[in-house]
């Protein structure tokens, strides 16, 4: 009777039987995963296919490095170590910091590290399960794009030169959007401030970039020393008053730069009776987004349209014949 009524039970609830099937499956999934972090955690380090580290051996009583390349340390080094663009694997002893960027720190077995980790776009590794650190060491790890950081740190012409793919085309076409959206909120909200900044530009050019350079040469060493010299309040206030001006110059001066240019491009090209703003401030957008995604020329670019929107943002408390007053 026991039996049978088990039996019918089962019968009834065929559900029961499913469940049971899931949990057994789950919980083999999950031994299975620890199984494979466990052997992860206890296997040597496999090294990078193509990866020709630089090899450290003996003692080494100053700071070991290297630059687009892997560094293995297999004696001691009594000043640290670092690497840009590749992983640090330790094997021996380092008494100071070991920092990687566009890599991992990797401390493989018997290895030794008593100063601080520093990983950025990588990951700190040990093989031992309890490594050998000093106690008061600390791992400060900024992880993800590794191997973007790799390859910009070991190619760095990629940077000058962008690769044109679906992705870097759409990320220009949303640049276009939002630059243009951006100038026709502040067009519309400030005509006026728009407007005079456009006649500046046309008639005193030289005057407002000679005006950026200068400023950008007082405004980023002024606030570099404020840091080191005055005290914490007023360096912190210098700081964000220096970021205000540099949110504005670039929202307004790009917006003038942007207009202008598009006016121009209006009257020289676009034959029709009456011109558009919108037009204008479009075509200006697509040029200067265009011109600061050529490979090679996009720095100059991108150099030329801040030093202006700065001394745009500098110069505006002038009005549009402020140069030919002070003539007169």
Same mark, same amino acid.
């Given at each position: 009777?026991?039996?049978?009524?088990?039996?019918?039970?089962?019968?009834?609830?065929?559900?029961?039987?499913?469940?049971?099937?899931? &949990?057994?499956?789950?919980? =083999? =999934?999950?031994?299975? &995963? =620890?199984?494979?972090?466990?052997?992860?955690?206890?296997?040597?380090?496999?090294?990078?296919?193509?990866?020709?580290?630089y090899v450290v051996e003996g003692v080494n009583e100053t700071i070991v490095y290297s630059l687009g390349h892997s560094l293995r340390i297999n004696g001691t080094a009594k000043n640290g170590a670092f690497a840009l663009g590749g992983d640090v694997i330790v094997q021996g002893t380092v008494d100071g910091d070991v920092a990687a960027i566009g890599g991992s720190v990797i401390q493989l077995e018997g290895a030794r590290i008593n100063g601080d980790v520093i990983t950025v776009g990588g990951a700190y590794q040990h093989v031992d399960?309890?490594?050998?650190?000093?106690?008061?060491?600390?791992?400060?790890?900024?992880?993800?794009?590794?191997?973007?950081?790799?390859?910009?740190?070991?190619?760095?012409?990629? =940077?000058?030169?962008p690769h044109w793919s679906a992705g870097y085309i759409g990320l220009r076409l949303l640049a276009v959007l939002f630059w243009f959206i951006v100038s026709l909120a502040l067009t519309a909200a400030m005509p006026?401030?728009?407007?005079?900044?456009?006649?500046?530009?046309?008639?005193s050019l030289g005057r407002v970039a000679i005006i950026g350079v200068v400023g950008s040469l007082i405004i980023g060493p002024g606030v570099i020393l404020s840091l080191h010299y005055l005290p914490y309040t007023i360096s912190v206030l210098i700081g964000l008053m220096a970021l205000l001006l540099i949110v504005v110059a670039v929202l307004f001066g790009r917006v003038i730069i942007y207009a202008a240019t598009g006016r121009w491009l209006q009257r020289k090209f676009v034959k029709s009776g009456k011109n558009s703003e919108a037009v204008a401030l479009l075509l200006g957008t697509i040029f200067w987004i265009a011109l600061s995604s050529l490979p090679y020329v996009w720095p100059i670019v991108v150099t030329v349209v801040m030093v202006t929107s700065l001394g745009l943002a500098l110069t505006a408390r002038y009005r549009v014949g402020w140069k030919r007053r002070q003539e007169a």
């Open positions: 009777m026991v039996n049978g009524f088990v039996f019918q039970q089962r019968y009834d609830l065929p559900w029961l039987s499913l469940l049971q099937g899931l &949990s057994r499956a789950v919980g =083999l =999934l999950f031994s299975i &995963s =620890l199984m494979l972090l466990a052997v992860q955690a206890q296997t040597a380090y496999q090294p990078i296919p193509g990866d020709s580290p399960k309890e490594p050998g650190r000093s106690p008061g060491a600390q791992t400060i790890m900024y992880a993800g794009y590794e191997p973007e950081l790799r390859n910009l740190i070991r190619n760095p012409k990629d =940077l000058l030169a006026g401030t728009i407007s005079r900044g456009i006649a500046r530009l046309q008639l």
